[in-house]
């Protein structure tokens, strides 16, 4: 991890910095998939429901899968995406170096 | 279905008996995973627990697609498993003839 984020041109503080944040809006993302399952599952009254939940729970688990990918070479795109769904405050990336934070920013916007 | 079930050598009556029968104990493998899923959701409280969930559900959805499998040529074996399960009682295919309520039986024991 160390090397690829080297590599990556991250350095070591901005390695804390993303873990945290990305760890944040994980955190987030998935409060909010819990306090869905617990009133959905609450509302279930037929074979359907369930397997309507089911189907719910499966394409939640691949988007967020997709969605929450640690590699330093794609981090940038992915707190970019973070921002624009409103997991993450740009505010909340404070300590990357100026030229990240821009192209986040920018990007969040498109 | 009428073609298959002469074919199969299952009457009209029988038929009518069979799927009443095949639907109760739908309705009760589907009661009993309904009140799971509403007691695990409500003990939901990380990630991990969502996909242990998750993979409850698929594990359950996958077996009971296989369960209840309702062709006349499988039928009798269908319905000794579900006896064996718990699921039906005997008494519940009365109006079967003899010969395949002694081998739902008998296979129930198994």
Redesign the interface.
Same mark, same amino acid.
């Given at each position: 991890m160390i090397v690829e984020s080297v590599e990556a041109g991250w350095t070591k503080a901005e390695c804390a910095v993303a873990k945290e944040a990305f760890d944040l809006a994980?955190e987030r993302e /998935?409060l909010t &998939?819990?306090t869905t &399952?617990?009133s959905r %599952? #609450?509302a /279930?009254? %037929?074979?359907e429901d /369930?397997?309507n &939940? #089911?189907d719910f &729970? %499966?394409a939640k688990?691949h988007e967020i899968d997709g969605k929450f990918d640690f590699r330093y070479s794609s981090l940038v795109f992915v707190f970019a995406g973070l921002v624009k769904d409103g997991l993450l405050k740009l505010s909340e990336l404070e300590g990357l170096d100026k030229d990240k934070l821009a192209k986040i920013a920018a990007l969040s916007r498109m």
């Open positions: 994980y /998935v &998939l819990i &399952l617990k %599952s #609450h /279930v009254s %037929s074979p /369930v397997w &939940l #089911h &729970l %499966s688990r």
